[in-house]
């Protein structure tokens, strides 16, 4: 069983930056995909970025492509999002999500994760 507890959320001006962590406990990322998707009060979950396990393939949204960044440390077994040059349309509640083990490729579709964490707000102020 994967447990993923989000951190680093919060309320930031326009323009400004967070960044959010996503820690496994129970066991590693070893094997694991990994998606962050966000969201917004009335809206449907939508995929913010994801990265696959093998080599690291990434893809974003297109509206945060140049903006946010995922990342993996795999010796803290943590996944990253850095969101710069936030947007009031950013603010959304964002969670991440993990698929395995063993999987190969990048995943964008919510329902191809079986691993989702609680969510922590993110609030971008005009």
């Known amino acids: 069983q994967v447990q993923l507890v989000e951190s680093g959320g919060g309320l930031v001006q326009a323009g400004g930056s967070l960044r959010l962590s996503c820690t496994a406990s129970?066991?590693?990322?070893?094997?694991?995909?990994m998606g962050w998707f966000r969201q917004a009060p009335g809206k449907e979950r939508e995929l913010v970025a994801a990265?696959?396990?093998?080599?690291?393939?990434?893809k974003y949204a297109d509206s945060v492509k140049g903006r946010f960044t995922i990342s993996r440390d795999n010796t803290k077994n943590t996944r990253y999002l850095q969101m710069n040059s936030l947007k009031p349309e950013d603010t959304a509640v964002y969670y991440c999500a993990a698929r395995g083990p063993a999987s190969v490729g990048v995943f964008t579709q919510a329902h191809e994760y079986n691993y989702w964490g609680q969510g922590t707000q993110v609030t971008v102020s005009s």
């Open positions: 129970g066991r590693t990322f070893s094997g694991y995909a």
């Open positions: 990265i696959s396990w093998s080599v690291g393939s990434t």
